[in-house]
């Protein structure tokens, strides 16, 4: 059994067997442990907009709460790559070697497990070692869409450059969707992960 905390309502996670799966409902901390996981903990109070986010005071600790069950549990963690919960937590960056819980950092843009966009991510992994990872898949192409033209529009301030290179940003429903790939890989690291109690 592995468990999928902090999932959308309409998570494609639902669909899976043997995948017991905690959404806003349910509420993941009621989750009684004792098996791998797989967690989107609630990020926007620790991204680049955290500024202009309009979390309730409690999400924030979420985030930290689910790092928690990835190192008693084992299992795998995904927030964007610019997370701030990697300096608060002194989480490992990629290149450095395993934490006192053997958790170690990857990071890598689901754009290659389908989505429609960039979407540069970390994943703190505990209970796997590095080589176990399952096989990762590359994908040729340019995505079609952009998970905000903000920035985008910030740093081309050639028009012709501007046009040539927009593309249409997607809407928070869209963004946010984990792909079917990327679920997938995920519960097969978590699967994968072991943790002595």
């Not at 926007?44 to 999400?59: F, I, V, Y």
């Not at 080589?131 to 990762?136: A, G, K, T, W």
Request: aromatic fraction near 10%; charged fraction near 30%.
């Amino acid at each position: 059994m592995i468990a999928v905390l902090f999932v959308r309502a309409d998570s494609i996670y639902k669909t899976f067997s043997e995948v017991d799966c905690y959404d806003a409902e349910r509420d993941a901390r009621s989750w009684p442990g004792g098996y791998p996981i797989v967690a989107h903990p609630p990020c926007r109070s620790w991204g680049t907009l955290k500024t202009w986010a309009k979390a309730p005071p409690h999400e924030h600790g979420l985030a930290l709460w689910a790092l928690d069950q990835v190192r008693r549990f084992g299992g795998v963690l995904e927030h964007p790559a610019r997370s701030d919960l990697w300096k608060e937590a002194h989480l490992p960056e990629p290149d450095q070697f395993p934490d006192e819980w053997g958790g170690w950092t990857f990071e890598c843009d689901q754009f290659h497990w389908g989505h429609l966009a960039r979407k540069c991510t970390r994943l703190y992994i505990c209970g796997l070692e590095k080589n176990e990872l399952p096989p990762i898949p590359h994908r040729e192409g340019q995505p079609s869409h952009c998970v905000s033209s903000l920035a985008g529009k910030r740093m081309l301030r050639d028009e012709r450059v501007r046009l040539k290179t927009w593309k249409p940003e997607l809407g928070p429903n869209r963004r946010d969707k984990t792909p079917l790939d990327f679920a997938l890989w995920l519960v097969k690291i978590a699967r994968k992960c072991i943790r002595e109690h």
